[in-house]
């Protein structure tokens, strides 16, 4: 249906189309609750996507010009129920990775699967991984300092939260900027790679994006730094005891405490 718009279709036409078989798909599934459904064709970033979203309507009351108090019902857009976006540049390309799901507070319902013809669905979860891999793989490239790291880290954590908050997309290349402003899209072009193969629009995983974070303390007497992608693995905290164990340590620190290193 989709490549039949591209190819003969108008936008309007395309619409009614995927209107009737929506009908048809949601007649076979008794408690499916349906909405109102928006379809939107644009390009972001030199990249053209086709979006989907289905919301619902809620019941609201206003004070009218007579100061009588009527029942009205308006989108509850802050209650998303789903929304797809299809990244037909990728698509178009023949690359695995195009489809993705936006979810509200319900999962993705399978009649709406059905609808797009969704077989597999890439998940928040697998974005957000491949956005953090990413990121950490390109680090290196910049050749920061443990404090210019450690600040550039925790700004892309705190905006991939404010995203993920407010039910938004993580923009690529909002990242890219972040990461260098006098050449904004070297990060985009990077994950956007073969190897990585990020959209330019993501949906954050906070789970997934916290191992981003880097836990640092400073005092005249100790300095202790590390990637939380340790928490839980060879650093672990008891909260109870406000104790912090470490293990598994590194073979030089290792033998500092053994004084097995010859003085200078």
């Not at 009908?23 to 064709?41: D, E, K, R, S």
């Not at 998940?123 to 450690?150: G, I």
């Not at 997309?169 to 193969?197: G, K, T, V």
Request: include cysteine.
């Amino acid at each position: 249906m989709l490549r039949n718009y591209f190819v003969e279709q108008q936008f309007l036409d395309f619409t009614a189309s995927a209107m009737n078989h929506l009908l048809g798909v949601i007649n076979a599934v008794p408690q499916a609750t349906g909405g109102y459904v928006v379809f939107a064709h644009y390009t972001l970033q030199n990249e053209e996507f086709v979006m989907t979203v289905m919301l619902n309507n809620k019941k609201q009351y206003n004070i009218n010009d007579n100061l009588s108090i009527e029942e009205i019902f308006s989108l509850d857009i802050d209650k998303l129920d789903v929304a797809n976006s299809v990244n037909v540049t990728r698509w178009d390309n023949n690359e695995e990775t195009y489809l993705s799901f936006a979810r509200g507070r319900k999962d993705v319902s399978n009649y709406f699967k059905r609808f797009i013809g969704c077989t597999d669905q890439t998940s928040a979860k697998e974005s957000s991984e491949s956005l953090k891999r990413a990121f950490l793989d390109y680090l290196p490239q910049l050749e920061l300092d443990t404090q210019e790291e450690e600040n550039l880290r925790n700004q892309v954590l705190n905006y991939c939260y404010a995203q993920t908050r407010r039910k938004e997309d993580i923009s690529l290349h909002h990242i890219s900027s972040m990461i260098s402003a006098d050449e904004p899209d070297m990060f985009q072009e990077f994950a956007a790679s073969e190897d990585y193969r990020v959209s330019s629009l993501i949906k954050g995983h906070n789970k997934t994006l916290k191992t981003l974070k880097f836990y640092v303390y400073r005092s005249k007497k100790l300095t202790i730094e590390f990637d939380s992608g340790l928490v839980n693995e060879s650093i672990f905290y008891n909260q109870q005891t406000n104790e912090l164990r470490i293990t598994n340590l590194p073979d030089d620190l290792r033998r500092q405490f053994a004084n097995e290193e010859d003085p200078e």
